[in-house]
Structures are given as structure tokens and as C-alpha cells.
């Protein structure tokens, strides 16, 4: 079965988020299912500079008023074709913002473009290659499926995945008559969203299936608190939409051959990662290791929690708790977590960016790691914690709540318990479950059971890619029926 896979981001190759780690492992994952995924993805300076041997498969004269080329190659592992467009793709700063923090003005055209390229390729613009299903990921390649939707030919089958409904890709009406998408298109049942366009929406209104990252969010997004309005479109067709759980690939988070850690360890060797502990704490300037080590490796967006982490980070280190941050985010809490550092010296510190070996080391050596997050389609750091023995202080939500286990006098008692969680948007709820975590941090026995009992949690890609070659072969069978039918 050949898939082609539609993304703005792809691990190791470019990446500002989960959505890059998930595009990076899906493929592999699926190839033991006989499925061969291909990732369609923007020729940014990142990319290209890792695609080597690649060749030319296509030529397009006119990509939404540039000249573009298609080149297929093999990079780290991953089959992928490139848009190479230097005229939307080759410029400085991440993806979607310049350098200087602001969206480029043009994202609503490199993304369409990105999007019918995709559904170019559905309808054979490759010879030899006519892939059977085209899976879109977030609002970047929202379009596709509309694309395939209003295009000449609906032979592709095409799956939408939300990984987090926050972003919806909006623009202005004006830029429809440029889209390159028949007259009605534009309507409630098409690409029109509130007088504009969404991708996003586009996407999961036209596509056969809708998927999010997890069972509990895609539960969630069909109510009107974490709908963000599309509660009635994903209620509507309420039997084409699945949650599946994200994985992680285990092979490049694994504790045991992990190169980013100063020692590796196993779950017979836990109390290896002490020599962990001692390079975060140094690497951050903490003092000692005796207490418990808490960090948080994320944005730092009111989203993700963190104003409710400043709420109560005082109190935090009242308990006896140390803070380690790694993230970027909004100036207001980059800057609320620098004062916090500047109080209390020695336990609370910042490194603003991201760095990604510093984040399997601080996986590798802390004790606890924070997720307070307001709404959280899966998440991934939980599931790199479990892996870790780095005990995952989560919100009761979204993904959080279908990987977490609460360490409850009951969960305790059954011994099934994982890691804490909390009700999210209370930072009086994220305090106490916080001292909670402190007191269980005490009592190094049970600690240890709580560390060893995540890290035999089953967070690999194997269920969740089973999960998707089901639905692959579901809609290659209704597409079979169809046909059958004419």
C-alpha cells in the first residue's frame, strides 16, 4: 500500500515541535505493516541541506506564480519528495515565522501550494508513483484534501490529522479567487469558515477520515469547551473520526544507548540516572541533587500551563522542589521565569530556545517532569518521561489522561500507578499535585516503583500504526466497493 504523507515538519529534518516527531516516525512504524509512506514536505534551507542524491521527478512551471521542482531522495532513513521553491520556502527563521517573530505574509500560499502538490500527486503527476491514500497533517496541508475533494478525480483517499485544534490556519476571503478551487468550494460545507478560509477545517470537512492524537481529545473536540467551533462539523460525522494514540520512536528514546545522557541505564540500573541529575544541575547551576528535580521541557504559552507554573513556583520551592525550564515561548513568561531564577537562586532556572540533546538529558536526570497544560491533543514529553523514569505531574486532559496513570491511594495500591495528575487550569490544583509528587518523591521505594513501572509502559508506535494501517485498509476497501459498483 503506498501512502503519501503531507507535512510541514519532518524529524530529523526540520522541526519546531511534536508534529515533526510524529511525521518522523509514523513511516517506520507503518513499513511493518507493509505499508510504504512517502512525506511530501517544503524545500526550507533545513531540508535541502540534508537531501543529497535526491532526483528530479517533476518539473511545475507555475506553483502558485513561482517556478518548482519535485525531488525524491532518502534522508535519515525516511523516503520524502521535496518541493524545492525557493521563492516561498528559502528563507531564514523556523517554518512559519521570519526571524524577527512575525508570520511571513504569503504562509496562506506556500501552504496551498504544499497542499496541491499533494493532490498532484494523488492524481499521478509522477510517473510510476499514484499513491492510494494522501495523509494530511494539520492546517499545512488542510487544503488536500479539498483539493482532492473538488478536483477532477476522487480516486485518492485522503485522512486528516489534528494535532492540535488551536491552529486553524485562517485567512482573509480575499485570497479564495487564488486558491485554485472551483467557485463552490467556498461554502459552509467547503473551505468557508466565519467570512474566511480555514485550512484547517478544510481539511476535516472534506477528507474521508478525520483523525486526532489521541482517544480522550477526540472526545473532547467534539464538545463546545475544546470544539473552538468545529464541535458541530466533527459531530456531524461523528462516525469518521478517530482518536489514535501518538507513540514515540523507542529507539531514539531509549535511556540504555541514549548518547545525550552522561550515563545510560536501564530499568534494573535507575539509580544510574543520579549522574544525570548531577549534569542538569549543573548545566542549569541548581544546587545538589538531594531533593526532588522538577523541569519542564515545552512552549511557553498560557496553553501549555506555564502563568499557572508562575502562580505558584514560590510555593514550589517552599516544598523543597527544584525547577528546570527548557522552552520559548511568550516574552511575559520567558520573562516571568528569569525573575523567578533571579529570587531564588540555585533552584529555579531558565535556557530559553530548544536544544534537543539538553532535553533527553533532562528526561535522562530529572526526577519529575511538568505538564500543566490547559488542553492537550496527546503530548509527547509525557510519553519521553515514562521512557525515561522521569515521572510525568500532568493535567487531567486530552492525551495526558489516556497515558498517565494517577498515583491514587487505589492506583497505588493495585500497583499500576505511573505518575500524578491534577485538574487542569487551576494552578491551586498544579500546587498541590506538586506537594503530592514531593511527598511520594520521599518515600524512595515507592518512588522507584512509580519510575520503574512507566518505563515498562508500552509508548512505542507498534498499536497506534496498527491502528492507522486498519483505517488505510478500510478506506482502500471502500474505495474497492465503489469501484466495484460502477
Given at each position: ?5 503531507v507535512a510541514s515538519?519532518?524529524y530529523?529534518?526540520i522541526?519546531t515541535?511534536?508534529?515533526?516527531d ?5 513511516p ?5 505493516s ?6 511530501l514536505?517544503?524545500?526550507y534551507?533545513a ?7 535526491g ?6 512551471a507555475?506553483l ?9 531522495g532518502?534522508?535519515?532513513g525516511?523516503?520524502?519528495?521535496v518541493?524545492?521553491a525557493p521563492a516561498?520556502?528559502?528563507?531564514p527563521g523556523?517554518p512559519y515565522?521570519s526571524?524577527?517573530?512575525?508570520d ?6 506556500r ?11 494523488g492524481q499521478?503527476?509522477v ?8 495523509h494530511?497533517?494539520?492546517?499545512q ?5 479539498a483539493y482532492i475533494k473538488?478536483g477532477?478525480s476522487?480516486?485518492v483517499?485522503t485522512?486528516?490529522t ?7 490556519g485562517?485567512?482573509?476571503p480575499e485570497i479564495?479567487s487564488q ?10 460545507n467547503?473551505?468557508e469558515?466565519y467570512?474566511?478560509?480555514s485550512?484547517l ?10 483523525t486526532?492524537?489521541s482517544?480522550?481529545?477526540a472526545?473532547e473536540?467534539?464538545?463546545p469547551?475544546f470544539g473552538?467551533g468545529?464541535?458541530g462539523?466533527?459531530n456531524?460525522r461523528?462516525?469518521?473520526v ?7 520512536d523507542i ?8 548518547k ?9 540500573t535507575?539509580?544510574?540516572r543520579?549522574?544525570?541529575?548531577l549534569?542538569?544541575a549543573d548545566?542549569?547551576g541548581?544546587?545538589g541533587?538531594?531533593g526532588?528535580?522538577?523541569?519542564v ?9 506555564m502563568?499557572?507554573l ?11 522542589a ?6 520559548s515561548?511568550?516574552?511575559y513568561l520567558e ?7 533571579a529570587?531564588?537562586?540555585?533552584k529555579?532556572?531558565?535556557?530559553t530556545?530548544y536544544?534537543?540533546?539538553l532535553?533527553?538529558?533532562m528526561q535522562?536526570?530529572c526526577d ?5 497544560s ?5 503530548g509527547l514529553?509525557?510519553?519521553y518521561g ?8 500532568v493535567?487531567?486532559i486530552g492525551?495526558?489522561?489516556?497515558t498517565v496513570i ?6 497505588i495500591a493495585a500497583?499500576v500507578?505511573?505518575?500524578?495528575m491534577?485538574d487542569?487550569?487551576?494552578?491551586h ?8 509528587t514531593?511527598r511520594l518523591?520521599a518515600n524512595d ?7 520503574r ?5 508500552d ?5 497506534s500504526?496498527?491502528r492507522?494501517a486498519?483505517l488505510?485498509?478500510t478506506l482502500?476497501g471502500?474505495k474497492?466497493?465503489?469501484s466495484?459498483d460502477?
Amino acid at each position: 500500500m503506498e501512502v503519501l504523507s503531507v507535512a510541514s515538519e519532518l524529524y530529523p529534518l526540520i522541526k519546531t515541535g511534536g508534529l515533526a516527531d510524529v511525521t518522523g516516525a509514523l513511516p517506520g512504524a507503518l513499513a511493518q505493516s507493509g505499508i510504504t509512506m512517502r512525506t511530501l514536505v517544503p524545500g526550507y534551507p533545513a531540508v535541502m541541506g540534508k537531501l543529497t542524491g535526491g532526483r528530479v521527478v517533476a518539473e511545475i512551471a507555475d506553483l502558485f506564480g513561482v517556478p518548482a521542482k519535485l525531488i525524491a531522495g532518502r534522508v535519515a532513513g525516511l523516503d520524502i519528495i521535496v518541493i524545492e521553491a525557493p521563492a516561498l520556502y528559502d528563507r531564514p527563521g523556523n517554518p512559519y515565522v521570519s526571524p524577527d517573530g512575525w508570520d511571513w505574509s504569503d504562509n496562506w500560499k506556500r501552504f496551498a501550494a504544499l497542499s496541491w502538490v499533494a493532490a498532484e500527486l494523488g492524481q499521478g503527476l509522477v510517473e510510476g508513483y499514484l499513491p492510494q491514500i494522501i495523509h494530511a497533517h494539520d492546517w499545512q496541508a488542510g487544503l488536500a484534501p479539498a483539493y482532492i475533494k473538488y478536483g477532477p478525480s476522487d480516486r485518492v483517499k485522503t485522512v486528516m490529522t489534528v494535532h492540535n485544534m488551536a491552529f486553524k490556519g485562517f485567512f482573509g476571503p480575499e485570497i479564495f479567487s487564488q486558491l485554485r478551487l472551483p467557485p463552490h468550494a467556498y461554502g459552509v460545507n467547503g473551505v468557508e469558515y466565519y467570512g474566511g478560509i480555514s485550512y484547517l477545517k478544510s481539511g476535516m470537512e472534506c477528507a474521508d477520515y478525520v483523525t486526532t492524537v489521541s482517544p480522550n481529545y477526540a472526545d473532547e473536540i467534539r464538545t463546545p469547551a475544546f470544539g473552538m467551533g468545529l464541535e458541530g462539523l466533527l459531530n456531524g460525522r461523528a462516525d469518521t473520526v478517530l482518536g489514535i494514540l501518538n507513540g514515540i520512536d523507542i529507539t531514539a528514546w531509549d535511556p540504555a544507548t541514549d548518547k545525550a545522557l552522561v550515563q545510560p541505564y536501564g530499568i534494573n540500573t535507575i539509580h544510574q540516572r543520579r549522574a544525570n541529575k548531577l549534569a542538569v544541575a549543573d548545566r542549569f547551576g541548581l544546587d545538589g541533587v538531594d531533593g526532588p528535580l522538577f523541569c519542564v521541557v515545552s512552549r511557553l504559552t498560557d496553553q501549555k500551563g506555564m502563568d499557572l507554573l508562575l502562580q505558584i513556583v514560590d510555593g514550589m520551592v517552599d516544598l523543597g522542589a527544584r525547577l528546570a525550564v527548557l522552552g520559548s515561548g511568550e516574552g511575559y513568561l520567558e520573562d516571568g521565569f528569569r525573575y523567578a531564577s533571579a529570587r531564588h537562586p540555585g533552584k529555579v532556572a531558565i535556557i530559553t530556545g530548544y536544544n534537543e540533546d539538553l532535553s533527553h538529558l533532562m528526561q535522562g536526570g530529572c526526577d519529575a517532569i511538568l505538564i500543566p497544560s490547559r488542553f492537550e491533543p496527546c503530548g509527547l514529553t509525557q510519553l519521553y518521561g515514562l521512557r525515561y523514569g522521569c515521572v510525568p505531574v500532568v493535567s487531567r486532559i486530552g492525551g495526558l489522561a489516556d497515558t498517565v496513570i494517577d498515583a491514587n491511594p487505589a492506583a497505588i495500591a493495585a500497583e499500576v500507578a505511573t505518575g500524578v495528575m491534577f485538574d487542569a487550569g487551576s494552578a491551586h490544583a498544579l500546587y498541590e499535585a506538586i506537594r503530592r509528587t514531593v511527598r511520594l518523591y520521599a518515600n524512595d521505594k515507592l518512588w522507584k516503583k512509580i519510575q520503574r513501572r512507566g518505563m515498562k509502559s508500552d509508548v512505542s508506535w507498534e498499536t497506534s500504526a496498527a491502528r492507522y494501517a486498519d483505517l488505510y485498509a478500510t478506506l482502500i476497501g471502500q474505495k474497492t466497493d465503489d469501484s466495484s459498483d460502477d
